[in-house]
């Protein structure tokens, strides 16, 4: 099959954001013998389908989008990176967002999401055509020059994400136990933002940490963040990382070393003095090399039935 | 040696299209047995290798750095990566001080590395025998691992690499004009897998300069579109030793530069222009002989006498 990419919904601002979300789905369609666009600045008619990001803020490109469907049989999914919960709670419930994708969600062919939401979804207007698609391993996202000698780590801590205050509390606790902590924030000093770097340049700055931190950007976070995740195991980095509430299932969680928000700067300072954090790191990538396969996880989510009938005709 | 690739002086907006020009050397690098940091976000002392990619506009960096190798002398290794043409006054007079910034360091830095053959600016600033031209060649680590063979599967016409100023949006709408697309990259809104997949879909990569003052061809845009095994069709005005990079692109002069990529385009040779521009271009170049030339200047001997490390 043929897979075109295509982000009309997006700010040009958000584009560079998507890498952590569009690749690793891309490159698990290739290696499941795919051919994909991962840009194409238009629709295209089938038998090629689009994928789209869910963020449709926009009532007219939302009309747009129907009525390509409708009219010329556009054939499209959607990619789901953000939890759905959040969209259509937004802005006291008035939020386009939500309104817009419970409207593209029925006729939709397909809808992939990376975060545990498939009910949601369903529930939501895209009965039976929901798939969850686990983020794993992948050689093509692996970084071909990790650091495995704990000399060559000269990042004590990097916080992967925006610098909210609940983040921010816990960089302000490792820096007054003298740990150093490295944020890929544009608030922070220097204004680097995770959403400006290139991946190689990320995975450049990742790789040499002794630790990564993956915090929710407030409390009372459902899901994982797996693109964070999923960067930080392909580059070698051990992470640390807020254990999600009692209850949810976690998945790359398994991969880190995750505890309770309070515990964070302990855990951050544990590793680091330990000495063990490049094996502990490699050790991690290990194992989700060993037991997550990004391309069997698109293998799974191309086993909606709406593939069976887009492959055949 | 441990190569320190510091980015810091440079926005983050600009680090999106920085890849297309310090990969290749960093491949290059690990190629010949040496590791890197492509983002550094600090200058570090030897043995550690210091590579600044030239764009100094802010005065306090400058002296900070000039006070460490005033203090470390030959203890920290300073390195500077040049890809402009430090004459081409419309480039370096955007910031006052870029060019002052520049020729401050130069007095001081270990080793120049320039992408452009400038030896009497070199020359004039006393640093030409630590200067050396870096060519770009082929490396296999650069190479795009999703090439497409298939003419079918090509679907973008012509991508214009650069921004789409004047000189170069006359040709992008004499394209557009004849019917067929042409996608500039811009390179400060797209990230680079959305442009890297266009370059790899594309029939032609157009490479011009931004205006007939320009000198030297763009090694970096070239080397892009060879790695793609896309068609590069290039302006040819370059007469200096960096003008061998047209053997491996179709060059012609401006004029003729849309003609040129309409009659590639509706050929359907395309495909075929690209595979054979990369199968020469691999055969005849090498970003590891490259990078193993520029590593023949008077410190990296030094460094390698003293075990990697500078003298102590």
Same mark, same amino acid.
């Given at each position: 099959m043929i897979f075109s990419f295509t982000y009309p919904n997006l700010p040009l601002g958000e584009l560079r954001a998507l890498p952590d979300l569009v690749l690793p789905v891309a490159d698990g369609l290739i290696e499941n013998g795919h051919h994909v666009m991962r840009f194409s600045s238009a629709l295209w008619p089938a038998p090629v389908i689009n994928v789209l990001v869910e963020q449709f803020t926009d009532d007219a490109l939302t009309e747009e989008l129907l009525k390509a469907r409708a009219e010329h049989g556009i054939r499209f999914g959607l990619l789901c990176g953000d939890d759905i919960g959040d969209a259509t709670a937004a802005e006291?419930? &008035?939020?386009? !967002?939500?309104?817009?994708?419970?409207?593209?969600?029925?006729? +939709?062919?397909?809808?992939?999401?990376?975060?545990? *939401?498939?009910? %949601?979804?369903? %529930?939501?207007?895209? *009965?039976?055509?929901?798939?969850?698609?686990?983020?794993?391993?992948?050689? !093509? +996202?692996?970084n071909p020059d990790l650091v495995p000698e704990p000399g060559l780590r000269g990042f004590d801590a990097v916080l992967y994400g925006d610098g909210t205050p609940y983040r921010l509390a816990v960089v302000d606790e490792l820096r007054r136990r003298n740990i150093a902590c490295f944020c890929l924030d544009q608030a922070s000093s220097p204004p680097l933002s995770w959403r400006a770097m290139p991946p190689q340049l990320a995975g450049d700055i990742l790789s040499r940490a002794k630790v990564v931190i993956d915090l929710a950007e407030g409390p009372g976070r459902r899901f994982e963040a797996p693109t964070r995740l999923s960067r930080a195991l392909h580059n070698g980095v051990v992470t640390v990382s807020e254990q999600l509430a009692a209850g949810a299932a976690p998945d790359l969680q398994r991969y880190t070393a995750a505890v309770p928000y309070a515990g964070i700067a302990d855990q951050c300072q544990r590793i680091i003095e330990s000495g063990m954090f490049a094996e502990l790191g490699m050790a991690a990538l290990a194992k989700f090399r060993q037991e997550t396969s990004m391309r069997d996880s698109m293998a799974a989510a191309l086993r909606l039935p709406a593939f069976a009938r887009l492959a055949g005709s | 040696m441990i190569f320190n690739f510091y980015l810091l002086n440079h926005h983050e907006t600009s680090l999106n299209s920085l890849g297309d020009l310090t990969e290749p050397i960093c491949h290059g690098l690990i190629e010949n047995g040496h590791r890197v940091i492509r983002f550094g976000t600090e200058l570090h002392t030897a043995p550690m290798v210091n590579v600044l990619l030239e764009f100094f506009i802010d005065d306090a960096f400058v002296d900070h750095i000039l006070r460490m190798k005033g203090e470390y002398g030959d203890r920290f290794v300073l390195g500077l990566l040049c890809s402009e043409d430090p004459e081409d006054r419309i480039v370096m007079d955007i910031f006052p001080n870029r060019l002052p910034n520049l020729e401050r360091l130069l007095a001081v830095a270990d080793f120049v590395w320039t992408l452009l053959p400038v030896p009497s600016f070199y020359e004039r600033m006393?640093? +030409?025998?630590?200067? %050396?031209?870096?060519?770009?060649?082929?490396?296999?680590?650069?190479?795009?691992?999703?090439?497409?063979?298939?003419?079918?599967? @090509? =679907? $973008? =016409? +012509?991508?214009?690499?650069?921004?789409?100023?004047?000189? @170069?949006?006359?040709?992008?709408?004499? $394209? !557009?004009?004849?019917?067929?697309?042409?996608?500039? &990259? @811009?390179?400060?809104?797209?990230?680079?897998?959305?442009?890297? =997949?266009? $370059? @790899?879909r594309a029939k032609v990569l157009i490479d011009m300069r931004r205006g007939p003052g320009v000198r030297f061809l763009s090694p970096t845009r070239i080397v892009k579109g060879l790695h793609s095994a896309t068609a590069v069709v290039s302006e040819r005005f370059d007469t200096s030793e960096i003008a061998t990079l047209y053997r491996y692109t179709t060059s012609c002069d401006y004029a003729d530069i849309a003609e040129r990529c309409i009659e590639i385009i509706r050929s359907r040779q395309a495909v075929g222009l690209g595979l054979s521009g990369l199968e020469r271009f691999r055969a005849e170049t090498s970003m590891k002989a490259s990078i193993g030339r520029v590593l023949r200047l008077p410190v990296f001997e030094r460094l390698a006498a003293t075990g990697g490390g500078a003298a102590a």
């Open positions: 006291g419930g &008035t939020s386009r !967002r939500g309104a817009n994708l419970r409207r593209l969600l029925p006729v +939709a062919d397909f809808v992939w999401t990376v975060l545990p *939401q498939v009910a %949601a979804l369903e %529930a939501a207007g895209a *009965q039976g055509s929901v798939a969850l698609v686990r983020l794993g391993f992948s050689p !093509r +996202a692996l | 006393g640093c +030409a025998d630590r200067t %050396a031209v870096l060519h770009y060649g082929f490396s296999p680590a650069y190479l795009d691992r999703d090439l497409i063979t298939e003419p079918a599967r @090509r =679907d $973008i =016409d +012509a991508v214009l690499y650069g921004n789409e100023h004047g000189y @170069r949006a006359k040709v992008a709408e004499a $394209i !557009r004009r004849r019917g067929h697309g042409c996608f500039v &990259t @811009r390179r400060e809104y797209y990230p680079a897998f959305m442009t890297d =997949d266009l $370059i @790899r």
